[in-house]
């Protein structure tokens, strides 16, 4: 799940004071927390999704609520219990859900410098590090708006996420067949919604358009859990063809002046 406004650049990050964020040179503080409490709440809602979809698939109350509070991220939490009502194997599952996961890890290496956190704060903000948080706080000018746009995403996402995961899960038998009603595909569109504008150049374009591609292909043919695995694999290869016509261009320069 990702926000829509681009990264800063990739130069220092300054910590500003609060006199100058209010001055003019970076970003209100009251603008970061309106930005960051608008993702934090979109996102947050679509918990009810999740707590039906896990009630469907079979999980107990507790099971779905504990997903929430200790893995906490939407897109491997779908993953898991999509791959559980398709008839997928439970370690098959898992393991896709587990490396859908992983990218938080890329997150924490970016955001602990942005951020720069006392150590004793770090085991904390870990448990905070997702799609929208990042996003939130890699689109702020300068650290401190970037901590409080952290900060207010991460808190808000986690208390309407946990309470709407619960809140669905004990309305799933109110609802009916979960599966009629599709809310399966909250948590993802909600993602996709926020992560296209995102998509700013035509390497990140042919990235996600060959990921959608391989996974929505595959679907047919692999056991559940499998095709969102094989879909990371669009990263490497657009890399591939960009490096290889980076070469081809060198070399047809080389070639010219040479002649």
């Not at 001055?23 to 608008?38: C, H």
């Not at 779905?64 to 791959?83: D, E, H, I, R």
């Not at 370690?91 to 587990?98: K, S």
């Not at 490396?99 to 150590?119: E, I």
Request: charged content about 15%; glycine content about 12%.
């Amino acid at each position: 799940m990702a926000e829509q406004t681009a990264p800063p650049a990739t130069g220092d990050i300054h910590d500003h004071s609060p006199a100058r964020s209010a001055g003019g040179a970076g970003k209100a503080d009251s603008a970061v927390v309106r930005d960051a409490l608008g993702v934090g709440v979109a996102v947050g809602l679509s918990g009810f999704a999740f707590g039906v979809t896990s009630a469907g698939a079979g999980l107990t109350l507790l099971q779905a609520c504990a997903l929430s509070l200790l893995v906490f991220t939407g897109a491997s939490q779908f993953a898991l219990v999509g791959a559980l009502a398709a008839g997928g194997n439970p370690f098959t599952a898992a393991a896709g859900a587990f490396f859908l996961g992983t990218r938080n890890a890329f997150y924490g290496l970016r955001l602990s410098q942005l951020l720069a956190l006392p150590k004793s704060a770090k085991p904390f903000a870990a448990q905070w590090v997702i799609d929208e948080t990042t996003a939130v706080a890699l689109a702020q000018p300068d650290r401190r708006s970037a901590r409080i746009g952290f900060t207010v995403t991460g808190l808000t996402l986690y208390v309407l996420w946990n309470l709407t995961t619960l809140l669905g899960a004990l309305g799933a038998e109110a609802l009916g067949d979960t599966a009629a009603w599709g809310l399966d595909a909250a948590g993802p569109a909600v993602f996709l919604a926020l992560l296209a504008p995102m998509l700013k150049t035509a390497t990140e374009r042919a990235t996600a358009g060959i990921a959608v591609v391989l996974g929505l292909g595959l679907l047919p043919v692999l056991p559940a859990g499998v095709p969102v695995l094989v879909s990371a694999l669009a990263a490497p290869a657009v890399l591939w063809f960009q490096g290889r016509g980076a070469r081809r261009r060198r070399s047809d320069t080389e070639t010219e002046d040479v002649r």
